[in-house]
């Protein structure tokens, strides 16, 4: 008898085991401009905090909430880097870790990129070093950059100014010499044309009158075929969204005539489910390399605009016949989601 019991209790707890966990949205209260790097099965997660850097290490992204953090660099004080810490991401190159992040002195009109470097193989230790600023030869406002691998050649994208004066951010790329080097100039790839683009003009002096944005850039890969997916209007109103690029050309990604963008979002809001001004993403695959996700941030209400209400989600992704990615709509808070398959 005693033989049957465990029997019968080692096939419950089986059967629970080969269950499917879910989670729902969101994976925190709050974080915009969410960002992860798969290592060594890990996951190393960040988003925006504005004073510091901080790091999340987890084996389940689902599961942030529980995962374990560490402040890796604090803003210096009376820095051209002390205020405004926007849209960190950290890369794993050569077996370095750097921080790419956008910074300024407390005034927007100085913004620009900058690196950190650890030599540890675990993020969570040796030293992040400062390394400074990281510009193209032009040296103009700039924030949200994204490094890539491509063909053995890095490269970098990042929303950016033609001039010294707000009024619209452009998508630029350009090569990278090294980690902590753009080689050469930028190259214009994108500017906002489309009515989706454009939402956004601001009356309040204490906000800049910026109208026509392209931000947030995210290289994205699906065999042969390579994309940039990017924010479009101001993330202030709840028609923040999705826009997506496509490479045409050879080997050339400085070759602006070859990428070719979308005519509608790929992703926006979606009232019915209660998603608003969702954007500023990225993406990563399962565990088991099998599955492509989407992380990014949205508000739970309308007119809820840039501040810390926003929060940060993942979902799955699809793709079409010919290759291109299908995001699908945000999906509501309610809605149980299986984890990424490992």
Known sequence: MKKYLILFLLMIVSAGYSQQKTFSNPLLPSGADPYSTYYKGYYYYTNTLGNRLVLWKTKDLSDLKNA?????????????????????????????????????????????????ENKASDPFKGKWEFKGKIAAKTDKWAI?????????????????????????????????????????????????????ETHGALNDPVNPPQVNVNEGPQFLQNRDKIFIVFSASGCWTDF????????????????????????EPIFKQSEENK??????????????????WILYHANSNPGEGCGDKRSPRMQKINWDANGFPVLGEPVSEETQLAIPSK
């Open 240 to 263: 923040y969204a999705l826009g997506l690029l496509s490479f045409n050309g050879g080997d050339n990604l400085l070759d602006a005539n070859a990428w070719k963008k979308a005519e």
């Open 275 to 292: 998603v608003y001004a969702p954007g500023h993403n990225s993406f990563f695959k399962s565990p088991d390399g099998k599955e492509d």
């Open 68 to 116: 374990q953090s560490k402040t890796i660099w604090e803003a210096p004080k009376g820095t051209d880097y002390s205020a405004e810490i926007w849209a960190p991401e950290f890369h794993i190159i050569n077996g370095k870790w750097y921080a790419y992040f956008a910074a300024d002195n407390g005034d927007n009109n100085n913004h620009r990129m900058y690196v950190l």
């Open 144 to 196: 949200d950059g994204n490094v890539f691998e491509y063909k053995k050649q890095l490269y970098m994208i990042w929303a950016g100014w033609e001039g010294d004066t707000n009024g619209q951010q452009n998508i630029y790329i350009a090569k990278m010499k090294n980690p902590l080097e753009i080689e050469g100039d930028r190259v214009l790839i994108s500017s906002p044309t489309h009515g989706w």
